[in-house]
Each structure stands twice: as structure tokens, then as C-alpha cells.
């Protein structure tokens, strides 16, 4: 009975273990879907988000944008937009990528690869979008921090008490167990371990039981 507390308590040991690499790996997007109003991209450049890195690797980062006067819409030079990458406050420049062509009237997100770039986890980065169309704006939420993790950076200065709406999505990483397929081995293992164990005490018994008779 002994050995056998002891291999269930290592097992248990190693699960948590394991449960803790799981929720490490597998590290959520970060998305910000709430907006109050809009900001003329043109007008408050350098406009855009700071975010903390909660992942190595990443899919894209983009922004909601809409066009505030489909009416008038930009001339066909000015229908992209830039979104760069940059580490810490507009620290140090990391990659950008352009969207071209983006309809008259145009809502919704517009997001850009940074696959290639990896991220120190825990470190601070800022995403800039930028455009010449005066007609491109994009929605901010001006009630309340809503990503602790950050704030959105208007006229190239940070503002605590602003958020962008915007959203950093996690790319394809290592699949890992998830945590209750980790908990199911878990299981698994330690009844594994007390049928062996009563085996092999089985049968130390019943050798005990013929020497005895002999």
C-alpha cells in the first residue's frame, strides 16, 4: 500500500507539471472587440496598440477599420494600409505589411502576417497602422482600459486609458495534450501502476504460500 501512495503521489507530481507547460503552450489571442468611436488614422499618426507578448509565435496582428464617408471614397492610390511592427514604445522597427485594395465602405478587420517575426513572451510591442486616405479611420474604445496588457498610442503618445480595437492572433504552434487528456493519462497511469503493484504482491504471496507448504 505504501509503494503504492508513493507512485500515485509522484504521478500526480509530474501531472501537474505537465499542466503547467500545457497552459503555457497554449497561450490565447489577444483580442480587444470593443469600440466607443473612431479616430482619423491620418490625423493621429502615429496611431495604433502596444500589447504584452503572450506568445513566441504569432499568426497576425490587425486592426477594425472603417470607412467613415463611403460616399467619397479614396482614390485608388490611397486604399492600403501599413501595419508595423515595432518593439517596445515605437522602439525598434521589426517588419510591416501593406493591404491593398480595400473596398469602398469598407468595416472590419484588416490584419497582417507577422508569422515570420517571433515575440519574447512577456515583453511589450507596438502595432502602427498608418494610411493616406483621410477617409480610413479606426474604432477605439475612450470608456475605460480594457487590455491591461496595454494601450492605444495616439499622435505616437500612449494613452493608459484608451484601447484600440484590435486583436493579435496566435499562429500554429507544437500541439500539447490538453489539460484533460493530460489528467485522463494521469489516470490511466496510476491504475496501471496499482494493477502492477497488487500483481506483483499477488505473486510474492502465493510464493510465499508454496515455500511454506513445502
Known sequence: MKNLSVVTAVAVFMALGMLGEVQQASAASIIQNKSTGTN?????????????????????IGFYIEDDNPSNAPV?????LTVSLYKGIIGTFLGSGIVDNLAEGFQGYV????????????????AIVETNSPFRYLEIDGLRDRYPGGSAILNGIPRDDIDTRFRVLVGETESVPEPASVLG?????????????????????????????V
Open 111 to 126: 490584419d497582417v502576417d507577422f508569422s515570420s517575426i517571433p515575440l519574447t513572451v512577456g515583453e511589450t510591442y507596438t
Open 40 to 60: 482619423q488614422i491620418l490625423f493621429f499618426s502615429p496611431l495604433g496598440q502596444t500589447f504584452t507578448a503572450e506568445d513566441t509565435f504569432i499568426k497576425s
Open 185 to 213: 493519462l494521469l489516470a490511466f497511469g496510476t491504475l496501471g501502476a496499482g494493477s502492477f503493484l497488487k500483481r506483483r504482491r499477488k505473486q510474492q504471496q502465493s510464493v510465499s504460500s508454496v515455500a511454506s507448504n
Open 76 to 80: 485608388p492610390d490611397n486604399t492600403s
